[in-house]
């Protein structure tokens, strides 16, 4: 999994295909437990949020599933070794004080688990959790201190124009938890990067616009961002 490999195309994207929620049942891989999700039939990218969440046409889908007994988030799909592993983990008091956490960061902490720290997908929980817990994720210095480790590793390994929008989408959360010069410094690299797309410009001008008036509607991380 890496969320922004194909993040230009996503922009650029055309026809707009309205979801449609289908109800789907999963199977935990541990315990065998069976329930409810919903999915759909089809997801097209509205936009961005100031966060640079998508808005799609499909945002009532169940973005992660967890198993409800158990607390397992399905991140992925895990190989029979994976299933043998996280069921020996997620019945032991190591897992326990996982429950506390909201779901995405518990999946981070269960990849990190199974060795994939440092991998596009680990980063991409994490990525996750930004969007959808941002005010949990702020609050715990541990979670964010890792975001940020997994984010440098991304950043080195990522094309220039994504690694452009990704210093982009890092600064805004830095700037929204009280880090303004380091969230500077990041919007000074991403502008450096030659031939960004005029998207990215005026993401970032939307970011320094709000420098100094966070708690704006227009720049809290849910407002849609229009470029």
């Not at 409800?68 to 043998?84: I, T």
């Not at 060795?115 to 715990?140: D, H, K, R, Y």
């Not at 690299?189 to 030659?194: L, S």
Request: charged share 15%.
């Amino acid at each position: 999994m890496k969320p922004f490999a194909a993040l230009i195309a996503m922009l650029l994207a055309g026809a707009v295909h309205a979801g449609s929620p289908v109800d789907a049942t999963l199977t935990c891989p541990v315990g065998g437990e069976s329930f409810s999700v919903v999915e759909t039939t089809s997801c097209s990218l509205q936009g961005r949020t100031m966060s640079f969440r998508p808005l799609t046409t499909c945002d009532f889908i169940t973005q992660l599933p967890v198993c409800p007994s158990n607390g397992l988030p399905l991140f992925q799909e895990f190989s029979d070794e994976q299933v043998a592993q996280l069921t020996e983990f997620v019945g032991s008091a190591e897992f326990a004080p996982l429950l506390e956490l909201p779901a995405w960061q518990r999946a981070y902490q269960v990849a990190v688990k199974m060795g994939l720290s440092g991998t596009p997908g680990a980063f991409g929980l994490l990525m996750n959790a930004v969007w959808f817990e941002g005010e949990s994720l702020a609050g715990n210095t541990e979670m964010t201190a890792r975001f940020m480790d997994e984010f440098e590793i991304e950043v080195a390994r990522a094309e220039p124009i994504e690694g452009a929008f990704l210093r982009a989408i890092v600064a805004y959360f830095l700037q929204t938890t009280g880090q303004p010069d380091q969230a500077e410094a990041l919007l000074t690299q991403a502008k450096a990067v030659p031939g960004i797309p005029e998207t990215l410009t005026q993401y970032i001008a939307a970011i320094e616009n709000c420098r100094t008036q966070m708690d704006q509607f227009a720049c809290q991380p849910n407002t849609p961002f229009t470029p």
